[in-house]
């Protein structure tokens, strides 16, 4: 499985984009990209999941560039309920095996 | 649709004791998951069911950790004795397959070892 590289914390502030770039230089040809979100006291949450370009939910966007060794989670326009833990995973496809980092955790203050 | 439920939500015991915790996965998930988060760490896969059957229990430390899950569907994680390391939250999830599919996490039970 790929190694991941993010920060281990960002500071925003209510309204503005946030973008958490995570890094995967021995990312494999059939490996995808996924992030989750972790709330204090719960479980994480499937955020979104990429294998190339650019992939968008109602939650986030996430952008790979063509040589797909890095990744960009963006949060458009974030409130206070978005301050939690963000983790990036990389794997194949046909393997549920995630190996989950110390993740990057996002304050949001007012 | 109800989610990943478990129980208990907190136990606190003393080391070299027995606990055991409950995961109940989302009805028709054949995968289910038992990972270990310890304080400032993300979560690390202990156990890896594919109905009734182990797929991936190669970070399981087996001289005192159980799991079993019984008619591929509820599952139970034991462990015996307990040490002061073990203090962690124990999170379940379950997914549809054993591909990269979206894993649903219970919220988990925190443990404390004394």
Known sequence: LAKT?????????????????????NIATNDYITWYQQFPSQGPRFIIQGYKTKVTNEVASLFI?????????????VSLSDTAVYYCLVGPYNNNDMRFGAGTRLTVKP | EAGVAQSPRYKIIEKRQSVAFWCNPISGHATLYWYQQILGQGPKLLIQFQNNGVVDDSQLPKDRFSAERLKGVDSTLKIQPAKLEDSAVYLCASSLGSGRETQYFGPGTRLLVL
């Open chain 1, 65 to 77: 560039p063509a040589d797909r060794k890095s990744s960009t989670l963006s949060l458009p326009r």
């Open chain 1, 5 to 25: 590289t993010q920060p281990i914390s960002m500071d925003s502030y209510e309204g503005q984009e946030v973008n958490i770039t995570c890094s995967h230089n």
